[in-house]
């Protein structure tokens, strides 16, 4: 018999083996306990469409999931370092086969669920496209209408709605939306010139992002606010290289996030690989402990999951090596480790990176109390998730 969570006493039981030793402080070496929780803190891409090949043998990730207790997984419907379509997305059919496997891998290693994610927030960046079948999403900024003085949430909600039930329905529990960055520069590669934002006024954007957030919400898909603390004043593309915001962003650019953190519409927040030497002068944002531990979590006060963007980006990838960049993710305050392995592929990536966290343990560069933390959120944020989910 499948193990499904869904009572209170259980959530109450998993929470509590999870954050067993927390009352710890001292250093100590890597359990296999430990590292089985740690498996919590990654969420990661892979290849293939179908739970198995032709010749009837399973995908890599469907072992990985329960042999490393991984926290999630990403979706892509287009290779990017093979620059071929059909990754993981071929057909609504297709994706509800791929995404029941998963959840179905998922439940022999943990009676949490495997958060299973995509980026759909509508226009240029939608994986489930209507080529594939899918009702099409439009772009942010054609949902956030009104006057000068106050913008209309209606068309953001119901396309937060729209897109939630499609979502649901394809077996995703989590969305990489809404875009929370401001439009400073519309010709923003990266944000501005493709739509992304819902507007060049903070507080307009910040109206917007919150309601495609309880469309989503409503129809039980968990949310991920980005890229904080905001990328809409950038001048060039964190896919490509290093991204620098220094002399272009300001703190209005924040008031999105604290929106959705005030009134509950941000489970996630992912952070954006902009450096502002204003905020840290060493370390982009994904990477800064001033930025995820001072300003998001003390200042704005927001105790949920933040997750990276993908740690194989060119303005994280091309400055540190991916042990570099877990260790300091992590000690900024990171709690899940984004890696996309689309950029460039290792069918072995999630296991070397949580061989790397467990090193980084072991050689007392990341304490084991910085993993509880991370995996007593992940676990709260999955037991809220099966708490509101429709069945």
Known sequence: MRRSLRTPALLALTLLTLLQGCALTRPEPPSAELKRQAGQMLLVGFRGAEPADESGKPLPILRQVPALNLGGVILFDRDAALGLPGR???????????????????QDASLLPLFIAVDQEGGRVQRLKSANGFPDSPAAADLCPGDENKADPR????????????????GFNLNFAPVCDVNVNPDNPVIGKISRSFSADPQRAATCARAFALGLQGQGVLTSAKHFPGHGSSTSDSHLGFTDVSATWTEAELIPFAELI?????????????????????????????????????????DGVVVTDDLQMRAIGSRYGMKEAIGLAVNAGADLLLIGNNL????????????????????????????????????ALKA?????RPH
Request: hydrophobic letters at 45%; proline letters at 5%; charged letters at 25%.
């Open 88 to 106: 993981n997305v071929k057909s609504p059919e297709q994706v509800r086969r791929l995404t029941s496997a998963l959840s179905l891998a998922a």
């Open 384 to 388: 809220k998730s099966l708490s509101t």
């Open 155 to 170: 068309p953001a909600l119901a396309a937060g709605e729209a897109t939630g039930r499609m979502l649901h329905q394809a």
């Open 262 to 302: 005030r009134t509950g519409q941000a489970d996630m927040i992912m952070t954006a690989h902009v450096f502002n030497d204003r905020l840290d002068a060493k370390h982009p944002a994904t990477l800064s402990r001033p930025v995820i531990t001072g300003l998001l979590r003390r200042k704005l006060g927001f």
């Open 344 to 379: 460039a592929y290792d069918e072995d990536i999630a296991p070397k990176a949580l061989d790397a966290l467990m090193e980084l343990v072991a050689e007392g560069v990341v304490p084991a109390e910085r993993i509880r933390e991370s995996v007593a959120r992940v676990a």
